[in-house]
C-alpha cells in the first residue's frame, strides 16, 4: 500500500470548507483516482468558536500544530491575505514540506523568492488557484506553452467586476447599484476597493506575466485603473459603437519591451472576451506556435476553486512517489524591459459635456490636435440643461486614432480647462 500524502490545511472559510469536504467525502474516489489516499491531518482556523462542518479533532487555531508537525507532508494555504500566509508558507517550506496555496496576493508579491526557497529546500509550491478560479491556467503556462514566445495576454480575471460591468451593460444599472447588488448576492467583499479598483487582476496579471514572459513581475509593474468612474451612459454609447466594456488584464510584449495594464476597455462585440459575461473568467493567449487560444469557466466559488487546488495536490501526490516533487526554478529570460503606462499607445474613446455654442467643437480639436491626438469619429447626443441660470451643455463622444498615453492625458488636461467644457465623463482605452 502506498503510503497517504498527509496534508495540514490553513484555513477553512470558503476555499478551505470546500477542500476539505471534498478530501473527506471523495475520499474512495480519490485514493482510486491518484493511486494513493489523500489525508487531512489538521486544520487550522482563526476563531475557534465558529461551527464547524468537520470533525473537531480535526481543528486547531494554532499554526505551529501543523506547521511544526513531523508527519504533514504538504500544507494548503486558503487562509487569503498577505499575512501570515506569506510566513506560514515560508516556515512550511523551511521545513520541508510541499506547498499548494490560492494566493495571488502572496504569489504577486513573493513568487520569485518564495519559488527560490521551495528549490533551496528541495520541494515544490504550486498555485494553480491564485488565478482564475477553477480554469486551468498556470500549468497550462508551466508546461503546455512553454515552447512558445507569447507576446499577448488580455484576460477578465475578475468576477466581481466583470458581475457589476455585466449588470451595468445589460440593465442600465449605475455603478454603485450594481456594486450593491454584487455585495448581496456575495460576489462582493464587505470592502470592494482591491476589487473594484483593478488590484485584485493587477496580482493575478503579474502572476501571469510572470509566467508568459519569463520575467519577475512585480505588482508595482502592473499599471492598474478601476471601474468606479464608469457611467451607464458609456456602455450605451459603446454598444451603438459596436463595443462591450470590459476591465481587462492586458500584457503584451513587442520591440524589447513588455507592458502590463489592468483597466476598463472598450472591446468590440465579435471578440469572444465580449461575451464573457457576469462572474466568468476568461485568459486569451496568443503565442508563435500555438496562434491563439481561449481559457474559460468560473473564476472563483468554493467549488471551482477546490477543483484547482486538489488538482495541484493531486498533482504533488504523484510526483512525491515519484521523488520528483522539487521545483524547477522559473528560468528567467530578463529580456524585456517594462514600458511605462506613458509610453502604451492605444485608441480612445471619450465623453465629455460642453457648451452647446458655435466654435467650442473647433477649440476642442484644436486641444486634441496640439498634442497630436487625431479623432477618427464624433458623435454628439442629447442636449442637457445645467446649472442656474441654465445653460444648454451637448454630450460628446470622440473616438480618437491611436495615440500615446502621456500626450493623451495632457491633451484630456487641456480639453477639461477649457471654459466651455463642464467635465469630462470619462476616457476609455480601446482594443485591440
Ligand atoms: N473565494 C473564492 O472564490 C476564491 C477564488 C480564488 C482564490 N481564492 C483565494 O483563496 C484564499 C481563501 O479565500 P476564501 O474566500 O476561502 O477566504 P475566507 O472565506 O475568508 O476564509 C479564510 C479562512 O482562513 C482562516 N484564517 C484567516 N486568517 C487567519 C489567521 N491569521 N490564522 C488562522 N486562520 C486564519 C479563517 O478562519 P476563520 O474561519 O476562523 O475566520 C477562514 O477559515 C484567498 O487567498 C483567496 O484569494 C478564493
Redesign the pocket.
Known sequence: MVPPLRIGL???????SAVARALIDKADLLTHRVGRPLELRRV????AS?PRSIDPSLIS?N?DDILDDPETDLIVE????EQ??HDYIVRALRAGKHVVT????VMAKHGPEILAIAAERGVDISFE??VG?GIPVIGPFKLDLLANEIDEIRAIINGTTNYILTRMATDGTDFGTALAEAQKLGYAEADPRNDIEGIDAAYKLAILGSLAFHTVVRPSDVFHEGISGLAPADFRYARELGYAVKLLAIGRANDGAVELHVHPALIPQTEMLAKVDGVFNAVTVRGDLVGNILFYGRG???GP?SSAVIADIVDLAHRTMEGTARVRPPAYDDRYRFRPMDEVCTRYYLRLLAADQPGVFAQITQALGDARISLASVIQKQNVLIGDPAVEYAEIVLMTHEAVEAPMQRAIRAVASLPAVHSIGSLIRVEP
Do not use: H, Q, W, Y
Open positions: 490553513l484555513g477553512l472559510g470558503v476555499v478551505g487550522l482556523i482563526r476563531d465558529k487555531a499554526a486558503v487562509m487569503g491575505g501570515p500566509a490560492a494566493n495571488k496576493e488557484a491564485s478560479g472563483a466559488g468554493a476553486t
